[in-house]
């Protein structure tokens, strides 16, 4: 099957996203970043008062509705507390470990709308003055934030406009190799994000006529637990989450293919929908893995955890050392892509 949207054109929005700062509750910039990307195309949207954008394309079939899903916020953190050393403590927004930003480059936004940068460190990092650094653990009591600003105390560093709940995001270091591989922060969920802007591009520019109605949800609460679980039309029959497939031992997934998601923490997705999916994989020859993923929830396990009657199924891009320094590689972003093509050009199956 020919490519769906071009690389340069993929791994272009793509960074553009990722470098956007938008941990679950500081996601004003990303989200009207994406409104201004619609509008551009001239397309409508509608923001929720959670700040979610939906996007409606109707179909052939307006009775029995899509719905597809991806999010923008990403882990984060927030100051803790201003410490009398002159450095913060965090706490974190969203599920991931200390170990995984230690060492990381940040950026603390002020309430005035200063940004300040800073390095995630272990307090006790100095190998020349704590004998057993290594053996201390990574938690809130001992990460903290090293501010790039002359300070020496708390009152110091609320001079400078610093204050506890402030956001800290991390820093993406997105990287393109030449072998293909995809490196950054936030590729959960930002990948899935570009492909389904770019998908909604190919059917404006190609006047590309849906089967049926279908809805594309961009979400910002994701990561938090409940992106994804209102303002679904009644009309909505498939409800289908593009998020990442989770790499590790024991899981299928890999970075060169489309991961279709079987069951997650919350339960079995629909097994009909689900075998819907492998199936037009399979008649389309797109690279996929079916896979489990025991410690993972999605804004469609949201929904049906929220009561909407929906038939939920989950699939997206392999991430390596996901809620780390994430790596893709562009197949698995093309393989996503045909799936997602295939399934909204596709009639929803009659009967179970």
Partial sequence: ??????????????????????PSGYTKNIMNFIGAY??????????????????????????????????TDTLGAMVKEVKANGRLSLVKVGGFNWNAVEGEYCTIHTANGKKISGTILLHETSVHVYARADEVKRDEKHIEVRIDEKVMNAEDVRNVGIEVGDFVTFAPRFEVTESGFIKSRHLDDKASTTLLLLLIKKIKEHSIQLPHTTHFYISNNEEIGYGGNSNIPKEVVEYVAVDMGAIGDGQSSDEYTV????K?????????LTRQLVALAKSNKIDYKLDIYPYYGSDASAAIRAGYDVKHALFGPGIESSHAYERTHIDSLKATAQLLYVYVTSSMDKED
């Avoid at 020919?2 to 996203?17: A, G, P």
């Avoid at 996007?55 to 991806?70: D, K, Q």
């Avoid at 997650?264 to 009909?272: A, I, M, Q, R, T």
């Fill in 1 to 22: 099957m020919d490519t769906v949207f071009s690389e340069k054109d993929t791994v272009d929005l793509l960074k553009q996203i990722v470098t956007i700062p938008s």
């Fill in 38 to 71: 619609l509008t551009n195309l001239g397309i409508d949207y509608k923001k929720t008062n959670k700040g979610a954008i939906i996007v409606t394309i109707n179909g052939e079939n307006n009775e029995s509705h899509r719905l597809l899903t991806a999010h």
């Fill in 259 to 262: 991961s279709i998601c079987a």
């Fill in 264 to 272: 997650d923490s919350s339960g079995p997705y629909h097994y009909e």
